[in-house]
């Protein structure tokens, strides 16, 4: 059973950075796409960026395209999220996920995590 664990989440002025670390155990982190998604208040929860099972491939929804960045550290188990220059409404609960797959779309999630909190000030 896999267990994911987010942390790095904040208060940002607007402009800001913030790294999300997504840390996992069990299973076989290696062999599927890892995944970000955030939910505001309110609304669905929508997807934010996946990385393949190498990390050769990854894609990023138009909303953060040239300001978020995903990478993964396979020896540690990790995902990352860099974000940058931050707006007001990128604020949000980021889940980390992991694929059924070993791609990045479609992004099939088998596993959440439960969230850290991004708050970014105007």
């Known amino acids: 059973q896999a267990q994911l664990v987010e942390s790095g989440g904040g208060l940002v002025q607007a402009g800001g950075s913030l790294r999300l670390s997504c840390a996992t155990s069990?299973?076989?982190?290696?062999?599927?796409?890892m995944g970000w998604f955030r939910q505001a208040p309110g609304l669905e929860r929508e997807f934010v960026a996946a990385?393949?099972?190498?990390?050769?491939?990854?894609y990023y929804e138009d909303f953060v395209k040239g300001r978020f960045s995903i990478s993964r550290d396979n020896a540690k188990n990790t995902v990352y999220l860099q974000m940058n220059s931050l707006k007001p409404e990128d604020s949000a609960v980021y889940y980390c996920?992991?694929?059924?797959?070993?791609?990045?779309?479609?992004?099939?999630?088998?596993?959440w995590g439960q969230g850290t909190q991004v708050t970014v000030s105007s």
């Open positions: 069990g299973g076989t982190f290696s062999s599927h796409g």
């Open positions: 996920a992991i694929s059924r797959a070993v791609g990045t779309i479609p992004f099939d999630v088998n596993y």
């Open positions: 990385i393949s099972r190498s990390g050769n491939i990854t």
